[in-house]
């Protein structure tokens, strides 16, 4: 299939690893010129390198400045985005009651989740509304549609900003932009090793039973892949999914049992 995105201008946020970097190489392979982003900039340049139309940029999505300054310098290298996927690191493990009476952890989980991620979408929807053509993409979480134990703040954030994004794809439908959600379960990255090692710790078990047991919990009965990630990510992106908004899909290998 011609996912009709060749010479497209693509923003991935938080790129540099993981599920980000293999959305910015699944894009890249399709035609789009991608802007890869991440805090370590040298990492950034270094993979966008390696990829045929790409360019490396520094970028703190949590500073003030640090979305407009990303867009600015996508503009700057290629022009307008017309994909800005959504993407960031996910907090620390932690349970529902252990938060704190201040709610600093929560408010972090939020301006990072949440925040960050609307004032990165303020500075590209304008412009993806006037030319009647936009994809914006959110990396999220199978704790939206299943809120996962020891990981409220994830949850919480994650949730927010799937709120956020179903309104805003109800109101810029008829713009010819499209919002949606790809929610990963179980995928085989660094995030999910540590969530693993995590876990072990607490339960005083190896790290092998636990990943075991996870993965027996997967009707798939394995991790997903990054790649198998990105593929999904790449056709939400595409022209042929004009059609597609407003959804949450889930990349899970049928870990979420609910319909």
Known sequence: MDLG???????????????????????????????VAGRRGD????IAAGLPEAVGVQADLTAPDGPRELIEAARAAYGDPDILVLNGPGPKPGRAV???????????????????????????????????WGRILAVGSSGVAEPLAGLVLSNAGRAALAAYLKTL??????DGVT????LPGRIATDRVAQLDAARAEREQRPVADVTADS???IPAGRYGTP????????????????????????????LVRSL
């Open 179 to 182: 919002v949606n959600l790809l």
């Open 215 to 217: 993965r027996a919990a």
């Open 43 to 46: 990492l950034a340049v270094e």
């Open 5 to 35: 995105i060749r010479g497209r201008i693509a923003v991935v946020a938080a790129s540099t690893g993981g599920l980000g970097r293999a959305v910015a190489e699944a894009l890249a392979a399709e035609g789009a010129a991608v802007v």
């Open 227 to 254: 790649e198998e990630f990105a593929a999904a990510a790449a056709f939400l992106c595409s022209a042929p999914a004009s059609y597609v908004t407003g959804t949450a899909l889930r990349c899970d290998g049928g």
């Open 98 to 132: 252990d938060l704190d009476g201040a709610g600093t952890d929560l408010g972090s989980a939020v301006d990072s989740l949440l925040l960050a991620q609307q004032r990165l979408v303020a500075q590209v929807l304008p412009g993806m509304r006037e030319r009647g």
């Open 169 to 174: 794809a109800a109101e810029v439908a008829r």
